[in-house]
């Protein structure tokens, strides 16, 4: 990402509440599943405990001191604070693959998309420094930078720090319902094209000017985690508190999903797979359950 100012996320329409789950056992109720079905979102409180968060921040720290090799640090125009991101980093960082692959992360993810297996496609860190008011993040849909068909892939978003309302992602509720994907948004310049544009695309729509449009967001606390559809429409403001805010994302594939050539960001793509072969790889592994009917 670079330094392009960022319009601050504003929508006219007051946020409602995420629907929201406490969580125990690590269990997932089907009140949850419908929920996520219904509005492409919910907060799921005190998912992840404070050993396994600590796992994370070893990984963020190994990450930061150059164990991931796509790390991208800037600092936003007029921004103290500066903006970081990395992903696909669980090759190279062992604390994050062992969260991936040890921690309940995987079951409490499962269950969302109701899918015989669960296959990993990324992890996702976002360090928003104190003051990186500018380090917004425009409404946009995951699946639209995807070289992927398919309609079970989601993030399960891990808030590491206190996420007040004013800094929280918001989701335009029920948005992923009508499977219309929208043209990739360039985050560094939104007056620029995306590199990876599709034009055939529809462009997002003007969601903060529309008053009849819900928005859903909600405050969290570290291991409370997000799911959410990849065809869900959100975004996030920049960050104006005094310290970090920063999460840590997993992203998951399910059962109908298919690779799908397109240009894409390397993250995205796989020289070992063809559109249409199933969305599994050594680079997206197999986590859960099996491919046999
Ligand atoms: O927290 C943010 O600023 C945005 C996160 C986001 O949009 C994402 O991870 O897809």
């Given at each position: 990402?670079?330094?392009?100012?960022?319009?601050?996320?504003?929508?006219?329409?007051?946020?409602?509440?995420?629907?929201?789950?406490?969580?125990?056992?690590?269990?997932?109720?089907?009140?949850?599943?419908?929920?996520?079905?219904?509005?492409?979102?919910?907060?799921?409180?005190?998912?992840?405990?404070?050993?396994?968060?600590?796992?994370i921040?070893l990984g963020i720290?190994q990450?930061?001191?150059?164990?991931?090799?796509?790390?991208?640090?800037?600092?936003?125009?007029?921004?103290?604070?500066?903006?970081?991101?990395?992903?696909?980093?669980?090759?190279?960082v062992?604390p994050f693959?062992?969260?991936?692959?040890?921690?309940?992360?995987?079951?409490?993810?499962?269950?969302?998309?109701?899918?015989?297996?669960?296959?990993?496609?990324?992890?996702?860190?976002?360090?928003?420094?104190?003051?990186?008011?500018?380090?917004?993040?425009?409404?946009?849909?995951?699946?639209?930078?995807?070289?992927?068909?398919?309609?079970?892939?989601?993030?399960?978003?891990?808030?590491?720090?206190?996420?007040?309302?004013?800094?929280?992602?918001?989701?335009?509720?029920?948005?992923?319902?009508?499977?219309?994907?929208?043209?990739?948004?360039?985050?560094?310049?939104?007056?620029?094209?995306?590199?990876?544009?599709?034009?055939?695309?529809?462009?997002?729509?003007?969601?903060?000017?529309?008053?009849?449009?819900?928005?859903?967001?909600?405050?969290?606390?570290?291991?409370?985690?997000?799911?959410?559809?990849?065809?869900?429409?959100?975004?996030?403001?920049?960050?104006?508190?005094?310290?970090?805010?920063?999460?840590?994302?997993?992203?998951?594939?399910?059962?109908?999903?298919?690779?799908?050539?397109?240009?894409?960001?390397?993250?995205?793509?796989?020289?070992?797979?063809?559109?249409?072969?199933?969305?599994?790889?050594?680079?997206?592994?197999?986590?859960?359950?099996?491919?046999?009917?």
């Amino acid at each position: 990402m670079g330094s392009g100012m960022q319009s601050v996320h504003r929508s006219k329409a007051k946020p409602q509440d995420v629907p929201e789950f406490r969580i125990v056992e690590n269990v997932i109720g089907p009140d949850a599943v419908r929920a996520y079905k219904e509005d492409g979102v919910v907060c799921l409180r005190n998912a992840i405990s404070n050993d396994w968060l600590d796992v994370i921040e070893l990984g963020i720290q190994q990450a930061l001191q150059g164990a991931s090799t796509n790390l991208d640090v800037v600092r936003k125009k007029g921004d103290q604070g500066q903006f970081s991101v990395s992903s696909q980093a669980w090759q190279n960082v062992e604390p994050f693959e062992r969260f991936i692959f040890d921690s309940p992360v995987a079951d409490l993810a499962w269950p969302f998309l109701e899918s015989r297996y669960l296959c990993l496609y990324y992890d996702f860190l976002l360090i928003k420094e104190a003051h990186s008011e500018n380090a917004a993040t425009p409404w946009h849909q995951d699946h639209a930078y995807y070289p992927a068909r398919g309609r079970k892939v989601i993030n399960s978003w891990i808030a590491l720090d206190p996420i007040p309302r004013s800094t929280a992602l918001r989701f335009y509720r029920g948005s992923h319902q009508a499977g219309v994907l929208y043209r990739a948004v360039n985050f560094e310049n939104q007056d620029h094209d995306y590199r990876h544009v599709r034009k055939d695309r529809p462009e997002v729509p003007d969601i903060d000017n529309d008053k009849g449009i819900e928005i859903l967001n909600t405050a969290m606390e570290p291991g409370d985690m997000l799911i959410w559809n990849s065809y869900t429409l959100h975004c996030a403001p920049g960050n104006n508190l005094d310290r970090r805010r920063a999460a840590f994302s997993v992203n998951w594939l399910g059962d109908d999903v298919t690779y799908d050539e397109m240009p894409a960001l390397e993250t995205y793509l796989d020289a070992e797979l063809v559109s249409g072969d199933r969305l599994i790889s050594r680079k997206f592994p197999l986590v859960r359950g099996s491919v046999e009917a």
